[in-house]
């Protein structure tokens, strides 16, 4: 089982160039999250799903999009890449359909800089 | 989400017992209380969670204030391997999105 993997690895962009940051999970948790972190701070929220079909905004939204056309896959899209959005990019999934506490887990991370 | 304030950093040798404290005054009935680690180049994973009684767990132990104003994440004998960033997160239980809100932590240092 292999959790949840993200793509690339790392990847150097141009400003104003599109770039879609790739998450997939084999767990079949229904809830799926997009975290930034910033360097020496933590993790701040950018969009998340509750499930396949349905997406919320995090705290820092602006500049990016997601879809969720199923339970597997939450791509992030950056549409016109800025300098600020250099960062290291995680996804999470959680069961949160279960209640009570859902764990969240998360994946490797995409290091993205854009120049 | 009510906030958390952890010292920004500490340091332990390893095989000794360690202790992470979090502060939380502002804390409601329904939040638990949620630690997270992360380590070097890795994305954070689960630690410990409780409500108002002391946790245990393979990985660590959680002990609560009475009044909840305050725990500590607690482990026994630390490995280098837990050398990490230490999150704790308050959260309220419930279904759907759990949007975990992270504050700077604690870098946990652990000297051979």
């Known amino acids: 089982i292999a959790g949840i993997t993200q793509a690339p690895t790392s990847q150097i962009l141009a400003a104003g160039r599109r770039m879609t940051l790739r998450c997939t999970q084999d767990?079949?948790?229904?809830?799926m999250y997009w975290y930034r972190q910033d360097l020496g701070l933590g993790l701040r929220l950018i969009h998340y799903?509750?499930?396949?079909?349905?997406?919320g905004k995090g705290e820092v939204p602006d500049g990016y999009s997601v879809s969720r056309a199923n339970t597997d896959d939450f791509p992030l899209t950056l549409a016109s890449a800025v300098p600020s959005q250099t960062s290291v990019y995680f996804c999470?999934?959680?069961?949160?359909?279960?209640?009570?506490?859902?764990?969240?887990?998360f994946g490797p991370g995409t290091r993205l800089t854009v120049l | 989400d009510a906030k958390t304030t952890q010292p920004n950093s500490m340091e332990s040798n390893e095989e000794e017992p360690v202790h992470l404290p979090c502060n939380h005054s502002t804390i409601s009935g329904t939040d638990y209380i949620h630690w997270y680690r992360q380590l070097p180049s890795q994305g954070p994973e689960y630690v410990i969670h409780g409500l108002t009684s002391n946790v245990n767990n393979r990985m660590a132990s959680l002990a609560i204030a009475e009044d909840r104003k305050s725990s500590t994440l607690i482990l026994h004998r630390a490995t280098l391997r837990d050398a990490a960033v230490y999150y704790c997160i308050l959260r309220a239980v419930g279904r759907g999105a759990q949007k975990l809100v992270f504050g700077q932590g604690t870098r946990l240092t652990i000297n051979p």
């Open positions: 767990m079949r948790h229904n809830a």
């Open positions: 799903s509750n499930t396949a079909g349905t997406t």
């Open positions: 999470a999934s959680s069961d949160s359909l279960a209640g009570g506490y859902n764990e969240q887990f």
